[in-house]
């Protein structure tokens, strides 16, 4: 017989039932007669609190609550990528099938299509003992994904029977495995796992590598690792989902799962129809065919959202335990942080900071930790997980309880500033409040890859810009003509590098998206124009001469006329600059 | 199914009545409350549990009693009777009729909560309305299916720039698929006579819905009013294939009313004590704009706000930036400077255009001549500021160029009339007569490729 609850109070998501002895803390539950997906969140001898996934409207005290005795949790398997879930894993699209165009209550879907047949190419041999997280077989998930069907984390043993190569659908048993207590287990195409809890791996190793992203302020100023975290915190319009959407489309991991978490429909939408028609600059496919969505927008049910970020975060798991590098982008954190607020706030606990659960550090602490870069569980390959939270404060306040908590758990911090946006510079990170913790990991990868002295480079227009800040608040009070020429020159030369190397624009074609050697070469020019000019200052040249217009306009547009390919172009630029002041100082 | 009528509430509490020893008792279920005299009010059940009811009396609880008072549970949640006779009508915040022309009868009746927008059935927006508004259609243009918030403050022209958009929305007379739902939440007496007018005008009274909660009138209707009038909005886009503005106004006084409500239940509140579910709660208004795939109509929502003290980091222009895509800022100063509509364009934004505009839609030169005017018109604010300090005279000629550009912005381009309707065309090569006074090389926004087909080069003599 199955256990079965009843209810004895609703208030919105939160839900109170009876009779509830033998359920367990986390259980998924199926919640009044319309079979409502929820969570037990508490549990106080019979009685236990609820969070429900979908609108408790017309419910009653009375009705009952039906146990499943698991965790809520995700399937793993075939059919994740170029999908579009909500927070708890329900495809939108077969939502849409069964509901239409808005999503109707207690509606029962499959989380992978338990029709579709897949080709397996099998990858072991009765007889062999799999460890946990062992390949089993292959599947051409996608033209750029190879999905790999692995012994679930917590299984093992030696494999006793065993599907020939051929089309399976997921429900089909490919292989049993027996392991040393005589245990036998069979495995399918898919694996669920409780979203709660951090897949397992072998070990975790240093970050060495940057997610390259394309964006010359990050990859140059404040680059990230594989594995790595960072938050990119800024008020409404300051540029958090554009930056994450470029994110999602130009850096180099092998996944990306962009979880749309409280945010707008609309900008899922625009995924959806863009990603399919743009190619990826490494492997020619579409860029969907390395992407998952996960929507839980604003309007709809808050409980979800709270879960939207763990759904996420375990698939980007089960494919780093293939040996991919996953980028996970979630926007908005603040929007789950708000969630958990208003569970708290129903369930009336004693609120912390603006009303935060005072347990809002230890979750976000959880989720940060779920980043990094492993060798697998089964040590056969190496995967990691960068984990990019956009955080949005009310007011664009830095100081509230989200942005400084999210502050302590990520090492990178790409600050988004409205006034910066305002004035149109984008993306508008802040070159001054931001910083990278992993410069000094991922020193020697730029160097070996990109140019020896690439932290140099970046050091000295890092100083400039700091200077150029200084005397940016004495130009304030007194204006740019009584400044020396050596500091107006610093003042122009900081200009090249913000319009030329920082602006940087998302919907340029050239712009968008600058490979890493393209970066060092603009800004390797912009500060061989400052080398060449600075002996003439002292000479007395004046700064209407130094500041050729003409050069400066060319350099200024290097970032959007000269292609990824063709950066020879800009190495002959830097020549052209050579040969202007070398004319200039034989004149004078 | 017998519906039970019980006598006598256990608390009154303003709007919140609570009822006990009750039973068979849905969440959020609409409900009959009949004061001792007789007058008969709506409510919805806000919280329940196993006895005891949680109501919300939408009329307000005036008149009620402990002992006397009935409440009836009516076994559903609040439902509107919609079909196109809500044409060129007017009811209140709770879709009762108020125009003597009768109530709307139908077979069709729709959740006022409707559910939510599946992202995955949405289409894109890309069309642009054209509003004949310089500063709107050059910098933060409107695309049909967007919402568009105007962030105002108290005595600001808000209305009259909402007025003039709806008028010169391009949408009017000739075209039969296009209505207005006009929802009043709190606003005083004159300014829905003023819209009233304003549509009357325009001719376009026929195509308006008007949901009418004023400043007098019960706040706790004000929580319901947009509703009602999404529902109707929703049922015209997407059952009758209309292109739907939605004109919202007050934000404020709504967002004023679901605090009210909050602090009675005695909830932890937020920032400045709005209830933490703030976000969620305007989320659940605004998301009901834009467009469904394989549907012909739309939903276009201008909501209007006044922002406290005209601080913009105040939590309901805060939150409700964080919702729309994008908003339009209205500033004190441009304003008391006579300049109309006084957009302060910096803050200003709209998200959508970036794919509704261009060669495809309005002209090849627009994003890069419309990101061009922010930047140098952020500039000219900079170059004010130095200018208080140092004087006007001790500017370094391009910075007195830029000054000269800014005064000239706001005059020409920003300021027009009431009734001035300029098209695309008209505002682009506005923009480019501006700009072109500044010197091509500080126009680092703008192609090579546009500079030369549009930047209006001056020869020696200044002449063009
Ligand atoms: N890199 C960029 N290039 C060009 N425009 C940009 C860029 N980044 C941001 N923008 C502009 O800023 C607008 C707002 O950006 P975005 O939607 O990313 O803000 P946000 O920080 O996510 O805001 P919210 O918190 O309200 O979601 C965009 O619509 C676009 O016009
Ligand atoms: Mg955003």
């Known amino acids: ?588 | 199914m017998l519906k039970k009528e019980y006598t006598g509430l256990a608390n009154i509490n303003g709007p919140l009545i609570v009822v006990e020893n009750i039973d068979d008792v849905a969440y959020d279920e609409m409900v009959q409350i009949t004061t001792p005299n007789g007058e008969v009010k709506k409510g919805r059940v806000l919280q329940v549990s196993s006895n005891k009811a949680v109501v919300q009396v939408f009329e307000g609880s005036t008149g009620l009693n402990i002992n006397e008072t009935r409440v009836k549970f009516l076994k559903e949640s609040m439902k509107v009777a919609l079909s196109k006779d809500i044409l060129g009508r007017v009811f209140n915040g709770v879709g009762e009729a108020t125009d003597g022309g009768g109530q709307i009868y139908s077979e069709n009746k729709f959740d006022i909560n409707s559910n939510p927008i599946n992202p995955y059935s949405r289409k894109y927006p890309r069309n642009y309305i054209q509003s004949g508004v310089s500063a709107i259609d050059g910098l933060m243009t409107l695309i049909r299916g967007q919402k568009l918030p105007i962030f105002s403050g108290n005595g600001l022209p808000h209305n009259q720039l909402a007025a003039q958009i709806t008028r010169q929305a391009k949408l009017g007379k000739e075209d039969k698929k296009f209505a207005v739902v006009f929802v009043a939440m709190g606003i005083k007496h004159d300014e829905a006579r003023y819209f009233i007018n304003s549509f009357e005008e325009s001719g376009v009274l026929q195509n308006v819905v008007m949901y009418v909660n004023l400043a007098d009138d019960p706040s706790v209707e004000r929580i319901i009013a947009p509703r009602v009038a999404l529902t109707a909005a929703e049922y015209l886009a997407f059952e009758e294939n209309m292109h739907i503005l939605v004109v919202m106004t007050d934000m404020t006084s709504y967002s004023e009313a679901l605090r009210e409500l909050s602090s009675r239940r005695g909830e932890v509140p937020g920032r400045k004590g709005y209830p933490g579910y703030l976000y969620s709660d305007l989320a659940s208004l605004y998301e009901r704009a834009g467009m469904l795939k394989g549907r012909e109509g739309s939903i276009t929502q201008i909501p209007i706000l006044t922002m406290p003290n005209d601080d913009i980091t105040h939590p309901i222009p805060d939150l409700t930036g964080y919702i729309t895509e994008g908003q339009i800022v209205l500033e004190r100063d441009l304003f008391q400077r006579d300049v109309y509509p006084p957009i302060n364009i910096l803050p200003s934004l709209s998200r959508l255009m970036k794919d509704g505009i261009g060669s495809e839609y309005t002209r090849e030169d627009h994003p890069d001549i419309s990101s061009q005017l922010y930047a140098s018109y952020s500039h000219v604010k900079e170059v004010k500021s130095l200018a208080s300090v140092i004087g006007e005279d001790e500017l370094s000629e391009l910075d007195q160029k830029f000054l000269e550009f800014g005064s000239k912005f706001e005059k020409l381009f920003l300021d027009q009339d009431k009734d001035t309707n300029r098209d695309i065309e008209e505002t682009l090569d506005l923009a480019w007569d501006l700009i072109s006074d500044l010197p091509e090389h500080e126009l680092d926004r703008v192609s090579e490729e546009m500079l030369d087909k549009y930047y209006r080069r001056k020869d020696e003599d200044g002449e063009t």
């Open chain 1, 1 to 588: 017989m199955t256990k079965q609850g009843r209810i004895t109070f609703i208030n919105g998501p939160v839900v109170k039932a009876e009779n509830m002895t033998g359920y367990i803390m986390r259980e998924l539950v199926y919640v009044g007669e319309i079979k409502l997906v929820g969570e037990i969140i508490e549990l106080d001898r019979d009685q236990a609190t609820i969070q429900v996934y979908e609108e408790t409207s017309g419910m009653k005290p009375g009705e009952p609550v039906f146990s499943t005795g698991h965790p809520l949790s995700v399937q793993l398997g075939p059919g994740i990528i170029g999908n579009i879930f909500d927070g708890i894993q329900r495809p939108l699209p077969f939502l849409e099938k069964k509901s239409g165009s808005f999503i109707k209550r207690g509606v029962k879907v499959n989380s992978l299509n338990p029709e579709k047949e897949w080709e397996l190419k099998i990858k072991v041999e009765k007889g062999d003992y799999l460890k946990s997280g062992q390949l089993i077989a292959e599947i051409d998930e996608t033209s750029v994904i190879v999905h790999k069907i692995m012994v679930p984390p917590d299984k093992e043993g030696e494999v006793i029977e065993l599907v020939p190569d051929g089309r399976y659908s997921i429900e089909h048993i490919i292989a049993k495995i027996k392991d040393k207590e005589d245990n036998i287990y069979e495995i399918k195409l898919y694996q669920e796992w409780p979203i709660r809890k951090a897949r397992p791996y072998e070990d975790r190793l240093e970050l060495s590598e940057p997610l390259l992203t394309g964006q010359r302020v990050l990859d140059t100023f404040f680059p990230i690792a594989k594995g790595g975290t960072a938050a990119i915190p800024g008020g409404f319009g300051a540029g958090k989902t554009m930056t994450q959407h470029q994110l999602a489309k130009w850096s180099d991991a092998d996944l990306i799962i962009y979880i749309g978490c409280g945010e707008r429909g609309n900008e899922m939408t625009d995924v959806l129809e863009e990603f399919p028609e743009l190619t990826d600059p490494e492997t020619g496919k579409s860029m969907m065919e390395r992407t998952v969505l996960i929507a839980n927008t604003s309007n709809m049910p808050v409980s979800a959202r709270e879960a939207s970020i763990y759904t996420g975060i375990t698939l980007g798991e089960y494919y780093r335990d293939m040996g991919y590098n996953i980028a996970i982008m979630a926007d908005s954190t603040s929007r789950w942080a708000e969630a958990l607020r208003e569970i708290s706030g129903r369930l009336e606990e004693m609120p912390a900071e603006e009303g935060f659960p005072a347990y809002l550090p230890t979750r976000l602490a959880e989720f940060y930790e779920r980043a990094g870069y492993v060798k697998t569980l089964a040590g056969e390959s190496e995967g990691s997980i960068t984990l990019i939270g956009a955080v949005s404060p009310p007011g664009a306040d830095f100081s509230e309880p989200v942005t400084q908590n999210t502050k302590r758990f990520v090492r990178c911090f790409w600050a988004l500033d409205k006034s910066l946006a305002a004035s149109r510079h984008f993306p508008a990170i802040n070159w001054l409040d931001s910083y990278s913790e992993y410069l000094n990991e991922l020193e020697p990868w730029f160097k070996k890859n990109v140019n020896q002295e690439w932290l140099d480079l970046r050091n000295s227009a890092m100083s400039l810009l700091k200077e150029e800040s200084r005397l940016q608040d004495i130009v304030k009070l007194v204006g740019e003509d009584v400044l020396p020429d050596n500091q107006r020159l610093i003042l122009e030369i900081a200009r090249l590098i913000k319009i030329g190397f920082l602006q940087q624009s998302a919907f340029d074609n050239i712009d968008k998206y600058s490979d890493i050697n393209k970066q060092y070469w603009i800004l390797k020019v912009i500060l061989h124009l400052y080398d060449q000019a600075q002996p003439l200052v002292k000479k007395n040249v004046p700064i209407s001469q130094l500041k050729n217009n003409k050069l400066f306009n060319k350099l200024l547009r290097l970032k959007n006329t000269v292609p990824n390919e063709e950066i020879d172009k800009i190495k002959d630029f830097k020549n052209e600059i050579s040969d202007f002041y070398q004319h200039l100082a034989d004149n004078y």
